[in-house]
C-alpha cells in the first residue's frame, strides 16, 4: 500500500468532570478506569468544569470550590497523572468564554432547545429556575471546551452522546463560515458500568448509595454490612439467586474470577452466608481502594491552586493557539 500524504490524526483526549462532590465508585467504573487507560496512550486534557456547575448551582455556588478541591484529589488519588495528563480548572481558561461567545452568534437557538438533557434536566431540578441563557448554552459550552485545546476524542457515557453531536454541528457550522479551523469531535463512549448502588438502583449521590474513592476501609465496612441481599436467603440455610442481589454485583466488579465463581456457587447452594459473602467483597474492596488512599494521603496536604497551576499553564498556552487561528478566521 502507498504511504500518502494522509498521515494518521494523532488523538486528543478531552474529557471533564462537573465539581458536584466526592466521587465514587460509580465514577470510576464509568469514566475514569478508563481515562487511567487512555493517558497511557495518548495526549490527554481532562477538566474540573466548575462553569458548567455554575449552571444549574447560580443560586448558591459556594460549594463548587470545595468540590473542585475533592474531584481533583480523587483523580491523582485514583492514578491521573498531572505530569502525564493536563488537568486543568475551566475557570482558569479565559479563552474559553472568549471562544463560547464567537459560537454564541452562530448557534441556532432552536438546536439548543431540542438537546434531550435540556429538558431532562429542567424537569428534574424543578425546584431550580433553568430558564436561563447559561442553562441553554450548557452544550455549547460543553462543545468549547473540547475544541479549544485541540480535542477531537471524547471519552463520555452514553448520556453525553447527544452533546457531543451537537459538537460537531457546531464545529461544522463554524467551518462553514470561517474556513476549516475545528477538526469534528468523536465520542468515544465508555462502556455502561454494571456497578449498582448499595440499594440495587444506579449508584448516585442523591440516592445516598454510594461507596467514595475516599472511604475509609471502616466506613466501606459500614456500607456493606447492612447492604439488603436476595429476599430468598432469609435463613442460612436457604439457597439464594446471585443476580438478584447487589452483592454479587459488586463482586463482579472487585473480586477474582475464582472468587466471583466460588460466591456464586456458594449463594446457589447456601454453601456460604451472606455475612461471609460480604466479608470477602468488603476485603476485596478495600485492597482496591488501599492504593487510592495511599495517592491520596500524598497529595492531601498540597495546595489545590499548586496542583492545578502547570496543567492551568498548558492549557491556556492550548487555548491561546487556538484562539490566534480563530480571531484571525473571524477577522476580529
Ligand atoms: N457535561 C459533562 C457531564 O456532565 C461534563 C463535561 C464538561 C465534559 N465539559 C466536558 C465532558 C467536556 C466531556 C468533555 O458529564
Ligand atoms: Fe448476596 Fe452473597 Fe448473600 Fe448470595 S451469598 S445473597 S450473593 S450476599
Redesign the pocket.
Known amino acids: 500500500m502507498q504511504n500518502t500524504e494522509k498521515t494518521e490524526k494523532k488523538r486528543i483526549v478531552m474529557s471533564g468532570m462537573r465539581p458536584t462532590g466526592p466521587l465514587h465508585l460509580g465514577h470510576w467504573e464509568g469514566a475514569l478506569r478508563n481515562w487511567l487507560k487512555l493517558q497511557q496512550e495518548c495526549e490527554c486534557y481532562f477538566s474540573i468544569a466548575d462553569w458548567h456547575a455554575l449552571t444549574t448551582e447560580y443560586a448558591d455556588p459556594s460549594a463548587i470550590r470545595d468540590h473542585a478541591r475533592a474531584v481533583l484529589l480523587d483523580w491523582l488519588s485514583v492514578g491521573i497523572d498531572p505530569d502525564r495528563s493536563v488537568v486543568f480548572r475551566q475557570s482558569a481558561i479565559k479563552e474559553i468564554p472568549e471562544l463560547f461567545l464567537l459560537f454564541a452568534m452562530i448557534a441556532p437557538l432552536g438546536r439548543l432547545e431540542r438537546v434531550p438533557t435540556f429538558k431532562e434536566q429542567k424537569a428534574q431540578l424543578a425546584d431550580r429556575d433553568l430558564n436561563t441563557f447559561g442553562f441553554l448554552g450548557y452544550p455549547l459550552l460543553q462543545t468549547i471546551d473540547i475544541i479549544v485545546v485541540g480535542g477531537n476524542t471524547v471519552p463520555v457515557g452514553e448520556d453525553q452522546v447527544y452533546h457531543i453531536e451537537l459538537a460537531r454541528e457546531m464545529v461544522r457550522r463554524f467551518n462553514q463560515f470561517y474556513g476549516e479551523v475545528f477538526e469534528e469531535p468523536m465520542e468515544l463512549l465508555t462502556p455502561q458500568s454494571r456497578l449498582p448502588g448499595l440499594d440495587g438502583r444506579k449508584m448516585s449521590k442523591s440516592y445516598g448509595n454510594v461507596i467514595n474513592l475516599s472511604d475509609d476501609a471502616e466506613t466501606v465496612k459500614s456500607k456493606i454490612m447492612p447492604?439488603k441481599?436476595?429476599v430468598r436467603?432469609q435463613r442460612r440455610s436457604d439457597p439464594?439467586v446471585?443476580e438478584d442481589?447487589p452483592?454479587?454485583a459488586f463482586?463482579k466488579s472487585f473480586s477474582s474470577v475464582e472468587q466471583i465463581a466460588e460466591?456464586e456457587a456458594?449463594?446457589r447452594s447456601a454453601a456460604?452466608?451472606?455475612i461471609d459473602?460480604?466479608k470477602i467483597l468488603i476485603a476485596n474492596l478495600n485492597r482496591f481502594l488501599e492504593p487510592v488512599r495511599e495517592r491520596r494521603a500524598r497529595f492531601e496536604n498540597s495546595d489545590i491552586e499548586d496542583l492545578l497551576a502547570p496543567g492551568n499553564a498548558r492549557a491556556r498556552e492550548r487555548a491561546g493557539r487556538t484562539l490566534e487561528v480563530v480571531r484571525a478566521q473571524v477577522k476580529i
Open positions: 447492604m441481599t436476595d436467603r439464594g446471585p442481589c452483592v454479587f463482586h460466591v456458594g449463594c456460604i452466608g451472606c459473602c460480604k
